[in-house]
């Protein structure tokens, strides 16, 4: 079955820091990626998304890369800012038919000033 | 509406108690989708429908939940009878295909 992996939080990190948060994914087929972030007390945004192999989704300074061979989505930022601060959710949605989406743990990252 | 639209944004519920969670989707949204979110863990799938048709209930916890789209659009999900274990953040998202599920803010459902 379709699975996603996310590494361990909480990251902690200083103001203007560089951020990877790693995510790996198991799925039949060619899934599409996404992120989401999630602020305290509200529901699940679309950060950015990818649908095939090689694409890069891009939103707010963050990046993520789709790797085929790695089967991975990690998302990146050159410069956090303490409003980052959030819980982070890899998805996929797998392009199988079932149009529903995959998550994993989510990732806390805590930017401080 | 401009996004997913959920009600009530908290419930208290005591135990026993029969509770109703609403969702209204984004309108034209074919894919509509119910998530329940423990605290600090990531959405766990429960059920999903396309248009009216409840395609997948697979991830209902017990029979004590029952979910329902009967015109396509807004959605309910029915919970009898709650329990401690309950208590979650239910979140509802709606999608049109494969471009990505738009959440709602969701419910928070304490059963005490």
């Known amino acids: 079955g379709n699975s996603v992996t996310q590494m361990e939080g909480p990251v902690t990190l200083s103001e203007e820091a560089f951020l990877t948060i790693n995510c790996t994914y198991t799925?039949?087929?060619?899934?599409?990626l996404f992120w989401y972030v999630q602020y305290p007390g509200e529901g699940l945004q679309l950060l950015l998304k990818?649908?095939?192999?090689?694409d890069k989704g891009s939103n707010k300074g963050f990046e993520a890369t789709y790797r085929k061979e790695t089967t991975s989505f990690h998302l990146e930022k050159g410069s956090v800012q303490v409003s980052d601060s959030a819980v982070y959710f890899c998805?996929?949605?797998?392009?199988?038919?079932?149009?529903?989406?995959?998550f994993g743990r989510g990732t806390s990252l805590i930017v401080h000033p | 509406g401009a996004g997913v639209s959920q009600s009530p944004r908290y419930k208290v519920a005591k135990r026993g108690q029969d509770v109703a969670l609403r969702c209204d989707p984004i309108s034209g949204h074919v894919s509509l989708f119910w998530y329940q979110q423990a605290l600090g863990q990531g959405p766990e799938f429960l059920t999903y429908?396309?248009?009216?048709?409840?395609?997948?209930k697979s991830g209902l916890p017990s029979d004590r939940f029952f979910a329902e789209r009967p015109e396509g659009s807004v959605s309910t999900l029915k919970i009898q009878r709650t329990q401690q274990e309950d208590s979650a953040v239910y979140l509802c998202?709606?999608?049109?295909?494969?471009?990505?599920?738009?959440f709602g803010q969701g419910t928070r459902l304490t059963v005490v």
């Open positions: 998202a709606s999608s049109l295909y494969q471009a990505g599920a738009f």
């Open positions: 998805a996929l949605l797998s392009s199988g038919g079932s149009y529903i989406p995959t």
């Open positions: 429908f396309q248009n009216e048709a409840q395609l997948d």
């Open positions: 799925a039949t087929g060619y899934p599409s």
């Open positions: 990818a649908t095939k192999a090689d």
